[in-house]
């Protein structure tokens, strides 16, 4: 199973919003709605940002939100804020997981 | 709180083997799956093999399959990777990770570093 593809890196300045795109097939992002993405850290342990498409877990900022089209789901993070600088990474489940590229979110 | 604690990565020579661990506590351990997702030096996450709540069932990414065994012990809370036959692009940190009904990992190690080098 191939990687899904997102753009290595996105940027924007404090207060704007970015979106991270996640392309995969009618096999994995098109076929299920069981797309979570997640925050990484460098030297700390995944966070889940979105599951189920566009569902937030507890204590996760309502700035994140999450959308699937076809075979591209995308998660958007509004109102872009300095800690949310990080690596990105949208995972979905198609008889096994597949995990994204990844990318990198860089506030200006 | 739930707490996953990984242990058990190191040095280890090509072909090679090493048994990672991850010491769960926090939720009723038996009543869900678990996963060991990866991370290669400058990489993307990988995942690598999940286990049922029981045990019974188990999964493994093409990469792994007949070198890696993923396995649990529910009366100890416990979940295990035994990685055999190690080559120098298994080298990475691993995670263990908590898998929700929904089909996403909700809680996370902090992972333990394996390096597959001679």
């Known amino acids: 199973q191939s990687a899904l593809t997102q753009p290595r890196s996105v940027s924007g300045s404090p207060g704007q919003s970015v979106t991270i795109s996640c392309i995969g097939t009618?096999?994995?992002?098109?076929?299920?709605?069981?797309v979570s993405w997640y925050q990484h850290h460098p030297g700390k342990a995944p966070r889940l940002m979105i599951y189920?498409?566009?569902r937030r877990p507890s204590g996760v900022p309502d700035r994140f939100s999450g959308s699937k089209s076809g075979n591209t789901a995308s998660l958007t993070i509004s109102g872009l804020q300095a800690e949310d600088e990080a690596h990105y990474y949208c995972?979905?489940?198609?008889?096994?997981?597949?995990f994204g590229t990844g990318t990198k979110v860089t506030v200006l | 709180e739930v707490q996953l604690l990984d242990s058990g990565g190191g040095l280890v020579q090509p072909g090679g083997s090493l048994r990672l661990s991850c010491a769960a506590s926090?939720?009723?351990?038996?009543?869900?799956?678990m996963s060991w997702v990866r991370q290669a030096p400058g990489k993307g996450l990988e995942w690598v093999s999940a286990?049922?709540?029981?045990?019974?069932?188990?999964f493994y990414a093409d990469s792994v399959r007949g070198r890696f065994t993923i396995s649990r012990d529910n009366s100890e809370n416990t979940l295990h990777l035994q990685m055999n036959s190690l080559r120098a692009d298994d080298t990475a940190v691993y995670y263990c990770?908590?898998?929700?009904?929904?089909?996403?990992?909700?809680?996370w190690g902090q992972g333990t570093p394996v390096t597959v080098s001679s």
């Open positions: 990770a908590k898998e929700v009904r929904e089909l996403a990992f909700d809680h």
């Open positions: 926090g939720f009723t351990f038996s009543s869900y799956a």
């Open positions: 286990i049922s709540g029981s045990g019974g069932s188990t």
């Open positions: 009618s096999s994995d992002v098109g076929a299920y709605n069981y």
């Open positions: 189920d498409v566009g």
């Open positions: 995972c979905s489940y198609a008889a096994n997981y597949v």
